[in-house]
């Protein structure tokens, strides 16, 4: 691994130091702070001349702070004359206002994905983007990966096989399908219905009487719309409701809402840290992606595919 430095901001250091613990490599020496005037400071106590350097920042909340540091990382790391210089996000902030949805609104993850060009990255390593299409908005290499290996592992370890994956809208469909047939289970859609912000309804399409029911979503916001799919599923005769979604990123009133659900257990991935709060629930089951990050860091490094990871 000669040649490789990885570096973080604050938003997930905990992360970070699982990856270079999985690679073996120690993590970058780095002081990214404050100026009296909040103003934020950077500065490398590395050489990192001709270095292939990975900086790993989740654009979690506070979402303009993390992305703000990460560009300023970028930005010095350019000017010290890295080799190559990869953007690490596991959670890829504004990625939900991916196309206009009423008149002169922005495409905010369209101008991130600029922010983060200009500011020097070269690649742009991530997991579980809202949208695919974002990868589009990039004229840098972009690697997307997917939680899915190792929420598949925990459910076949943890369920059996009379089990059925639930959509909660219609835009995860293809990601639920998916999981449905590598576990060779059913699948059911929740149609979501939506007047602004609030729900409005949820219908359920598929049978899913008598089985244990999964909801399968990419990131946890408020929770409501895993416990209007809770509540809707048990009134339709499941066993029992269970969550899995990869970053959770558990907003508002988020930790009230899953503890008062009727979820049993609520699985989710370390790319966003949780808060002590959230982290003290007894639903909450935390899977780390370290090792499915840190592997594509070292085949990227390697210049070997990482096509093998996008399953």
């Known amino acids: 691994m000669d040649g490789l430095k990885i570096f973080t901001g604050n938003a997930n250091r905990p992360l970070a130091e699982k990856i ?18 909040g103003e934020i400071r950077v500065e490398f106590h ?22 703000m540091e990460l560009f300023i990382m970028l930005d010095a790391l350019k000017r010290a004359s890295v080799r190559s210089l990869t953007a690490v996000m596991p959670y890829y902030a504004y990625a939900r206002q991916d196309r206009k949805t009423a008149p002169r609104t922005p495409i905010s993850a369209k101008l991130v994905a600029d922010l983060l060009t200009t500011a020097g990255a ?18 840098i290499p972009v690697d997307h990966l997917f939680a899915a290996p190792v929420t598949l592992e925990y459910i076949r370890n943890n369920f059996d096989a009379d089990v059925v994956i639930v959509s909660p809208d ?56 895993l ?8 009134r339709h005769g499941v066993r029992a409701v269970h969550a ?36 003290s629930l007894e639903k909450i089951r935390v899977l780390s992606v370290a090792p499915l990050l840190g592997e594509a860091i070292r085949r990227i490094h390697n210049h070997d595919s990482v096509s093998s990871l996008f399953v």
């Open 122 to 139: 070269n690649r742009l390593l991530t997991m579980d983007l809202h949208s695919g299409q974002i990868q589009g908005f990039f004229n």
């Open 244 to 279: 899995c979604a990869t970053h959770p990123i558990m907003s508002r009133n988020a930790v009230s809402n899953i503890q008062g659900s009727l979820l049993q257990t609520v699985a989710v991935t370390d790319t966003i840290p949780l808060s002590p709060e959230a982290a």
């Open 227 to 234: 416990t209007m799919a809770a509540e809707l599923l048990l």
């Open 170 to 225: 219609a835009g995860g469909v293809e990601r639920a399908r998916a999981y449905a047939k590598r576990l060779n289970t059913s699948l059911a859609i929740i149609d979501k219905r939506r007047d602004g912000a609030a729900i409005r309804a949820m219908t359920l399409i598929g049978n899913v009487w008598g089985k244990e029911a999964i909801i399968l979503d990419d990131m946890i916001a408020t929770g409501a719309t």
């Open 20 to 37: 270079c613990q999985h690679l073996g490599v120690p993590l970058g020496e780095a002081a990214v702070g404050r100026f009296s005037d």
């Open 46 to 67: 590395e050489n990192v001349r001709g270095k292939d350097v990975f900086v790993i920042q989740p654009s979690s909340m506070p979402a303009n702070e993390y992305l």
